[in-house]
Nanobody, 117 residues
């Protein structure tokens, strides 16, 4: 069973930056829909950014121009670069993969991002 291992996150000041990583042992990113989600306390999980099966990139409105999603198929890793962080970005962030062939779904375990002065 493939597992997604997340790293990065932590505490940042408003206006600061953090980078999240999500790695897999197998080559599942190259042909898949991949995404980052987040869930704040008391809120529903929401999409942050995603890369379609065809390679198109999308962002939620409030993250556009501040966050960058990317993936490195050779390293079996996807990333979320977060700049100009705001307190309202505080949440647990999850990576998500759905393979193009077979439609298998994988979730990372989540990593806490806290933006506070």
């Amino acid at each position: 069973q493939e597992q997604l291992v997340q790293s990065g996150g932590g505490l940042a000041q408003p206006g600061g930056s953090l980078r999240l990583s999500c790695s897999a042992s197998g080559s599942i990113f190259s042909s898949a829909f991949v995404a980052w989600y987040r869930q704040a306390p008391g809120e529903q999980r929401e999409p942050v950014a995603w890369i379609s099966d065809g390679g198109n990139i999308y962002y939620a409105a409030s993250m556009k121009d501040r966050f960058t999603i990317s993936r490195d198929n050779a390293k079996n890793t996807m990333y979320l670069q977060m700049n100009s962080l705001k307190p309202e970005d505080t949440a647990v962030y999850y990576c998500y993969v759905r393979t193009t062939v077979g439609g298998q779904v994988y979730w990372g375990r989540g990593t806490q991002v806290t933006v506070s002065s």
